[in-house]
């Protein structure tokens, strides 16, 4: 076996491969849960009841429903012959007794047809009895509504840094949460075939943990069900943990109708029901030099969990894990604490709690910056981590170095300087229109925070004919992993990408799965397809070698075909080699394995080293803003960041641009509003569509975007030298929304301090320039002669 990071001459890894459904999904072709069922006879729809109250008990009537025509049941919670619950932590039950937000699914009706099934579910009759509702995160704060574990970071003497530090600041950091929108919204489809075995197809990221909450509600276990999912329309964390219950719900129907039942939120549904990015509410001091250096930081992180833990504590912990971003702060006291609220249960999100902890800190940096009369790029940059200095979990921090390096190449590529002193010039002519230009780094770890999910694994088959099919533990919701397993496994074989074909994800062919997330899909799925292949490899080179009389040893795999050092008058296809190993008894499948080495991690005491390493990126943003309206615009935009030694280029520069773009949105555009009047609507999220929840799109896109990944960045220890792309560059949308808060500094006089909402919607950038004008206006001059002032109008 040889080291996990070398790569053979003329790889398949590390060329522009097309995405493997990109025809598919161009021509509307490709096939996706819901389009699985409605190939099916006899399927019903299932259909929630949902509460129109923020929080009660219910007291359910389902009989009504039985009269319309189509209805063939309704599931309530007397139907669970296993477990009422969709979680792990034994706090969402899947009939509730208890109504704990405004849109929570009741109960669920079976009909013949949608229609038939919405009717019914409309004509069944809740009773409440209303409770006290807990709607925004200081709600919960001041009623002390906590759940969970709470956690901290802590090194060095804050408190005692604090009281030495020259400069002293604090304040509060408030920011939103974000709504998933992926394509294809929640889905399940479930079956129950002649002998007893339940098959779910199902629109999750983790099949394996959607499997056990199946077999746990149907009282069954897991080798009676088997999860397939076949590709997602996009997740982004969003399928993590939320998808078991609709699958429970449509195996539950399956096994008391004995027909196969279908489940597919509509977008209202489906936006009301799930849960969102956490928003977050920080309370926080931080002490700096005279310099700018960072010396302590105190802070009480309280993350908004909505109705029950699902993946909150863990998100926690990633945030409080990623406050420092990409600074060295030598004494840190950070605590955090998970809010329980009436509303959806906040779940996984790209980034899955670490963009919430960097927003503090750049938060921070963008706030104190005019304050101490130092400009913001050269702040950020004097206080980058250092070869040899450890995060405040205790983790070494690995290639530091590429941080300034990064950070340079960024600078001198984008023409930063230059364009700052245009900008001067532009601003100091221009009264009402002002522009910035941010530069803000990333420093993200990388593995899950929970050690067992560091592993992976594959099954691959070799057939006689020389053609490969690949099964491994991932999901493909179209960030492209199928695509880099594909180039993965035809590297490893010494093929060319056509010859190698993927299997849909099945826990029937690799079980004990982990959820395709945290950005390991690659790392993990790929250390484990490669495993499987080289196996197969070994045992066909002592094949090859005794058909080419050589050394197994001297065997080589490459372009599908197989040569022998020293051998110039022989060459033979992998087939051939396939079909002779066959034929002389030799295993053509293999099982392969993966398990992340060298982590460790204490929960209790938040110390250790829970990443394998760490991606680096910088990402510079121009802004231009109107003073009148507070409207602004993308003008530029240059990223650089590191992926290691690229499996896929053009995957990764994707998934570089759609996370940056995703990150603006949730900065500057997507907000999430719930009624927190006392009416009768409390507790209803008020943007349910893109009507009212606004999406980025190509009119927000900057009209040049420039991604180049870093060079020569090989990753030792990570497959075939690679890094994770999905998350890290999702923060580098934080050059957007600093950029925004410097033009809107430009307003205003020299050192003042913007403090802007989140997200800098337009109409928050407009008070943020009013603000701005108005300190200008009370550090002016007095006139030299009073003058009378006009009445102010009431």
Same mark, same amino acid.
């Not at 802590?154 to 030495?164: H, I, K, N, P, Q």
């Not at 010859?499 to 099945?506: D, H």
């Not at 927190?676 to 999406?695: E, F, I, N, V």
């Given at each position: 076996?040889?080291?996990?990071?070398?790569?053979?001459?003329?790889?398949?890894?590390?060329?522009?491969?097309?995405?493997?459904?990109?025809?598919?999904?161009?021509?509307?072709?490709?096939?996706?849960? *819901?389009?699985?069922?409605?190939? %099916?006879?006899?399927?019903?729809?299932?259909?929630?009841?949902?509460?129109?109250?923020?929080?009660?008990?219910? !007291?359910?009537?389902?009989? +009504?429903?039985?009269?319309?025509?189509?209805?063939?049941?309704?599931?309530?919670?007397?139907?669970?012959?296993?477990?009422?619950?969709?979680?792990?932590?034994?706090?969402? +039950?899947?009939?509730?007794? /208890?109504?704990?937000?405004?849109?929570?699914?009741?109960?669920?009706?079976?009909?013949?047809?949608?229609?038939?099934?919405?009717?019914?579910?409309?004509?069944?009759?809740?009773?409440?009895?209303?409770?006290?509702?807990?709607?925004?995160?200081? *709600?919960?704060?001041?009623?002390?509504?906590?759940?969970?574990?709470?956690? #901290?970071?802590?090194?060095?003497?804050?408190?005692?840094?604090?009281?030495?530090?020259?400069?002293?600041?604090?304040?509060?950091?408030?920011?939103?949460?974000?709504?998933?929108?992926?394509?294809?919204?929640?889905?399940?489809?479930?079956?129950?075939?002649?002998?007893?075995?339940?098959?779910?197809?199902?629109?999750?990221?983790?099949?394996?943990?959607?499997?056990?909450?199946?077999?746990?509600?149907?009282?069954?276990?897991?080798?009676?069900?088997?999860?397939?999912?076949?590709?997602?329309?996009?997740?982004?964390?969003?399928?993590?943990?939320?998808?078991?219950?609709?699958?429970?719900?449509?195996?539950?129907?399956?096994?008391?109708?004995?027909?196969?039942?279908?489940?597919?939120?509509?977008?209202?549904?489906?936006?009301?029901?799930?849960?969102?990015?956490?928003?977050?509410?920080?309370?926080?001091?931080?002490?700096?030099?005279?310099?700018?250096?960072?010396?302590?930081?105190?802070?009480?992180?309280?993350?908004?969990?909505?109705?029950?833990?699902?993946?909150?504590?863990?998100?926690?912990?990633?945030?409080?894990?990623?406050?420092?971003?990409?600074?060295?702060?030598?004494?840190?006291?950070?605590?955090?604490?998970?809010?329980?609220?009436?509303?959806?249960?906040?779940?996984?999100?790209?980034?899955?709690?670490?963009?919430?902890?960097?927003?503090?800190?750049?938060?921070?940096?963008?706030?104190?910056? $005019? %304050? =101490?009369?130092?400009? &913001?790029?050269?702040?950020?940059?004097?206080?980058?981590?250092?070869?040899?200095?450890?995060?405040?979990?205790?983790? &070494?921090?690995?290639?530091?170095?590429?941080?300034? %390096?990064?950070?340079?190449?960024?600078?001198?590529?984008?023409?930063?300087?230059?364009?700052?002193?245009?900008?001067?010039?532009?601003?100091?002519?221009?009264?009402?229109?002002?522009?910035?230009?941010?530069?803000?780094?990333?420093?993200?770890?990388?593995?899950?925070?929970?050690?067992?999910?560091?592993?992976?694994?594959? =099954?691959?088959?070799?057939?006689?004919?020389?053609?490969?099919?690949?099964?491994?533990?991932? !999901?493909?919701? @179209?960030?492209?992993?199928?695509?880099?397993?594909?180039?993965?496994?035809?590297?490893?074989?010494?093929?060319?990408?056509?010859?190698?074909?993927?299997?849909?994800?099945?826990?029937?062919?690799? &079980?004990?799965?982990?959820?395709?997330?945290?950005?390991?899909?690659?790392?993990?799925?790929?250390?484990?397809?490669?495993?499987?292949?080289?196996?197969?490899?070994?045992?066909?080179?002592?094949?090859?070698?005794?058909? =080419?009389?050589?050394?197994?040893?001297?065997?080589?795999?490459?372009?599908?075909?197989? #040569?022998?050092?020293?051998?110039?008058?022989?060459?033979?296809?992998?087939?051939?080699?396939?079909?002779?190993?066959?034929?002389?008894?030799?295993?053509?499948?293999?099982?392969?394995?993966?398990?992340?080495?060298?982590?460790?991690?204490? +929960? *209790?005491?938040?110390?250790?080293?829970?990443?394998?390493?760490?991606?680096?990126?910088?990402?510079?943003?121009?802004?231009?803003?109107?003073?009148?309206?507070?409207?602004?615009?993308?003008?530029?935009?240059?990223?650089?960041?590191?992926?290691?030694?690229?499996?896929?280029?053009?995957?990764?520069?994707?998934?570089?641009?759609?996370?940056?773009?995703?990150?603006? @949105?949730?900065?500057?555009?997507?907000?999430?509003?719930?009624?927190?009047?006392?009416?009768?609507?409390?507790?209803? =999220?008020?943007?349910?569509?893109?009507?009212?929840?606004?999406?980025?799109?190509?009119?927000?896109?900057?009209?040049?975007?420039?991604?180049?990944?870093?060079?020569?960045?090989?990753? *030792?220890?990570?497959?075939?030298?690679?890094? %994770?792309?999905?998350? $890290?560059?999702?923060?580098?949308?934080?050059?957007?929304?600093?950029?925004?808060?410097?033009?809107?500094?430009?307003?205003?006089?020299?050192?003042?301090?913007?403090?802007?909402?989140?997200?800098?919607?337009?109409?928050?950038?407009?008070?943020?320039?009013?603000?701005?004008?108005?300190?200008?206006?009370?550090?002016? &001059? /007095?006139?030299?002669?009073?003058?009378?002032?006009?009445?102010?109008?009431?």
């Amino acid at each position: 076996m040889s080291a996990l990071a070398d790569r053979p001459a003329h790889p398949v890894v590390g060329t522009s491969a097309v995405h493997e459904s990109a025809a598919l999904h161009v021509t509307g072709a490709a096939m996706y849960t *819901d389009d699985v069922a409605a190939h %099916a006879h006899g399927v019903l729809t299932a259909w929630p009841v949902q509460s129109t109250n923020a929080h009660a008990r219910v !007291t359910v009537d389902v009989a +009504p429903a039985y009269e319309v025509p189509g209805v063939v049941r309704v599931l309530t919670a007397d139907d669970v012959p296993g477990v009422n619950d969709a979680g792990i932590k034994n706090d969402e +039950p899947l009939f509730p007794t /208890e109504a704990m937000f405004y849109g929570h699914a009741l109960v669920w009706v079976l009909g013949e047809t949608p229609e038939a099934a919405r009717r019914g579910a409309a004509a069944v009759q809740v009773q409440y009895e209303p409770l006290p509702s807990l709607i925004t995160v200081q *709600d919960a704060i001041d009623a002390g509504s906590y759940q969970g574990i709470a956690r #901290t970071v802590e090194r060095g003497d804050a408190a005692s840094a604090l009281a030495s530090a020259p400069r002293v600041f604090e304040g509060v950091t408030e920011f939103g949460g974000q709504e998933h929108f992926y394509l294809e919204t929640h889905a399940s489809f479930a079956m129950l075939d002649t002998e007893g075995q339940y098959f779910v197809q199902c629109s999750t990221q983790h099949p394996t943990e959607t499997q056990e909450i199946v077999a746990h509600v149907l009282g069954v276990s897991s080798n009676q069900v088997t999860v397939q999912q076949l590709r997602m329309g996009g997740g982004f964390g969003g399928k993590e943990m939320q998808p078991h219950g609709f699958a429970a719900i449509a195996a539950l129907g399956a096994k008391l109708t004995g027909r196969p039942v279908r489940l597919r939120l509509n977008r209202t549904q489906d936006i009301t029901m799930t849960g969102k990015r956490h928003p977050f509410h920080i309370a926080w001091k931080v002490g700096v030099d005279d310099d700018g250096m960072l010396q302590s930081l105190d802070a009480v992180l309280t993350a908004d969990g909505g109705w029950s833990l699902d993946l909150s504590e863990p998100v926690l912990g990633r945030a409080l894990c990623h406050l420092d971003n990409a600074y060295w702060i030598p004494n840190v006291h950070a605590h955090g604490r998970i809010a329980k609220t009436n509303k959806t249960s906040n779940t996984a999100f790209r980034g899955f709690g670490g963009p919430q902890g960097v927003f503090l800190i750049e938060d921070i940096l963008g706030r104190i910056a $005019p %304050a =101490l009369g130092i400009d &913001p790029l050269d702040l950020r940059e004097r206080n980058f981590y250092r070869p040899g200095q450890a995060t405040p979990y205790g983790q &070494p921090v690995k290639d530091a170095e590429r941080l300034p %390096a990064i950070w340079n190449q960024l600078r001198d590529e984008s023409s930063l300087d230059a364009r700052r002193a245009q900008i001067a010039r532009f601003n100091a002519g221009s009264e009402h229109v002002k522009r910035a230009i941010a530069m803000t780094p990333v420093k993200f770890g990388i593995s899950f925070n929970f050690a067992a999910f560091n592993q992976a694994g594959a =099954l691959v088959h070799v057939y006689k004919d020389g053609s490969v099919l690949v099964n491994h533990g991932g !999901t493909e919701m @179209g960030q492209g992993l199928h695509t880099k397993m594909l180039q993965v496994a035809a590297t490893a074989l010494g093929l060319q990408l056509h010859q190698v074909r993927l299997a849909p994800t099945r826990t029937d062919k690799v &079980p004990n799965t982990s959820a395709t997330a945290a950005s390991s899909g690659a790392d993990l799925n790929g250390g484990a397809v490669r495993n499987a292949c080289e196996q197969i490899r070994e045992r066909m080179a002592d094949v090859a070698g005794r058909m =080419l009389n050589v050394d197994a040893r001297d065997v080589r795999f490459a372009g599908g075909y197989v #040569t022998g050092l020293g051998n110039t008058t022989q060459r033979l296809t992998f087939a051939e080699v396939a079909g002779a190993a066959y034929l002389q008894r030799v295993q053509l499948f293999a099982a392969g394995y993966y398990r992340t080495e060298g982590l460790h991690w204490n +929960p *209790d005491i938040m110390q250790g080293s829970p990443f394998k390493y760490f991606a680096y990126g910088c990402a510079a943003t121009e802004v231009e803003v109107d003073g009148f309206t507070g409207a602004y615009r993308m003008r530029r935009v240059d990223i650089i960041h590191d992926v290691g030694d690229s499996l896929s280029p053009m995957i990764d520069i994707g998934q570089v641009e759609g996370a940056f773009v995703q990150g603006m @949105g949730w900065l500057t555009l997507e907000e999430l509003r719930w009624d927190s009047s006392d009416g009768p609507h409390r507790g209803r =999220l008020q943007t349910q569509s893109a009507s009212t929840y606004k999406l980025p799109s190509f009119s927000e896109m900057p009209p040049e975007l420039n991604v180049r990944l870093f060079q020569n960045a090989r990753e *030792d220890g990570a497959i075939y030298g690679s890094k %994770a792309v999905g998350e $890290p560059p999702f923060m580098l949308a934080f050059s957007a929304r600093e950029a925004l808060r410097q033009a809107v500094g430009a307003f205003g006089p020299a050192g003042h301090s913007v403090q802007l909402a989140s997200p800098a919607t337009p109409e928050a950038v407009f008070w943020a320039v009013e603000a701005a004008r108005a300190a200008g206006e009370r550090d002016a &001059p /007095e006139p030299e002669a009073e003058t009378e002032l006009a009445p102010v109008p009431a």
